[in-house]
Nanobody
């Protein structure tokens, strides 16, 4: 079993920055991928970014590329999402996710989810 707990959401003005954190407990494998998804009101959950647990290879959605950075601290069992130049369209619940054996690029691939943290960007 893997447990994921997000923190760091909040209200920020457009152009501002936030850092989301995800504390991970449980056992991940060399094939595991962890990452972030988001879901805005009345929209489907969408991929934001992921990072391979061992290789640190990262992937980003086109909508956040160049503005968001995903990183991980294996010693602390944490991943982070640094979000810069935030825009109102980034407003959503952000979810930490883990795919034990796969690529984690769609919601269906996630084996585990956190409860989410709300990010609100005001214009």
């Amino acid at each position: 079993q893997v447990q994921l707990v997000e923190s760091g959401g909040g209200l920020v003005q457009a152009g501002g920055s936030l850092r989301l954190s995800c504390a991970i407990s449980g056992r991940l494998l060399s094939t595991s991928t962890v990452g972030w998804f988001r879901q805005a009101p009345a929209k489907e959950r969408e991929f934001v970014a992921n990072i391979a647990w061992y290789s640190r290879i990262t992937n980003y959605a086109d909508s956040v590329k160049g503005r968001f950075t995903i990183s991980r601290d294996n010693a602390k069992n944490m991943i982070y999402l640094d979000m810069n130049r935030l825009q109102p369209e980034d407003t959503a619940d952000y979810y930490c996710a883990a795919d034990v054996r796969g690529p984690l690029t769609t919601p269906r691939q996630s084996d585990y989810w956190g409860n989410g943290t709300l990010v609100t960007v005001s214009s």
